[in-house]
């Protein structure tokens, strides 16, 4: 299995909504990312896990809470988001260590914030 | 400041003829590269990657030259296919880097006409 999972593909919620999304992979990657990516730019890290531990938190607003259960998973929930959150929000993993460091990416979830 | 800059926001080729996207970068500590190939609503794909210690790398019809003197790397795609057209990131990472991040460039959209 070479493949990044993310759920739900398409998310709309109000600013006064919780949601969460969720990103699994079965690769054995022990290095989990969160980006966000807006139209026309690139992607922009958020997080990163490393052996489920919270390694890099790149100052993102606390609306935003990361979540590994365990190594194959991945959440993040959203709380009292604005509308400038509205992005494709990608999940990627690869192997933690090393300068060796292809992230396999999931096709992302969309985001709509209203 | 971007640290990883690819000058070529679109880039339209001739099927068949030769694809060469271009990317710079300005940290002298980093020491992996690699491209990634998105169409639109998905996640990044992994293309193909290069070390520091190599000057070219090659997969089937993609390969990529590194000059680490001009700090400059470029993808030459040949023969180029209308299923090639999309955006391209090209991406570094190295020990100037926390933890496992990647830095993007901007992206090139590619268009091979038929």
């Known amino acids: 299995d070479t493949e990044v999972t993310q759920t739900p593909k398409h998310l709309v919620m109000g600013m006064t909504n919780k949601k969460s999304l969720k990103c699994e992979q079965h690769?054995?990657?022990?290095?989990m990312y969160w980006y966000k990516q807006k139209a026309k730019k690139p992607p922009e890290l958020m997080f990163v896990?490393?052996?489920?531990?919270?390694?890099i938190n790149e100052s993102v607003p606390s609306r935003f809470s990361p979540e590994c259960p365990n190594s194959s998973l991945l959440n993040l929930h959203l709380h009292a988001l604005q509308p400038e959150d509205s992005a494709l929000y990608l999940c990627?993993?690869?192997?933690?260590?090393?300068?060796?460091?292809?992230?396999?990416f999931g096709p992302g979830t969309r985001l709509t914030v209203l | 400041d971007q640290q990883v800059k690819q000058n070529s926001p679109s880039l339209s080729v001739q099927e068949g003829r030769i694809s060469i996207l271009n990317c710079d970068y300005t940290?002298?500590?980093?020491?992996?590269f690699l491209w990634y190939k998105k169409y639109p609503a998905e996640g990044p794909t992994f293309l193909i990657s290069?070390?520091?210690?190599?000057d070219k790398n090659e997969d089937g019809r993609f390969t990529v030259f590194l000059n680490k003197s001009a700090k400059h790397l470029s993808l030459h795609i040949v023969p180029s296919q209308p299923g090639d057209s999309a955006v391209y990131f090209c991406?570094?990472?190295?020990?100037?880097?926390?933890?496992?991040?990647?830095?993007f460039g901007g992206g090139t959209r590619l268009m091979v006409k038929p």
């Open positions: 990627a993993s690869s192997h933690p260590s090393g300068s060796v460091n292809e992230q396999f």
């Open positions: 690769m054995g990657h022990r290095a």
């Open positions: 896990y490393s052996y489920e531990k919270l390694s």
């Open positions: 940290n002298s500590m980093f020491d992996y």
């Open positions: 290069i070390s520091s210690i190599k």
């Open positions: 991406a570094a990472s190295g020990d100037g880097n926390a933890g496992n991040m990647l830095t």
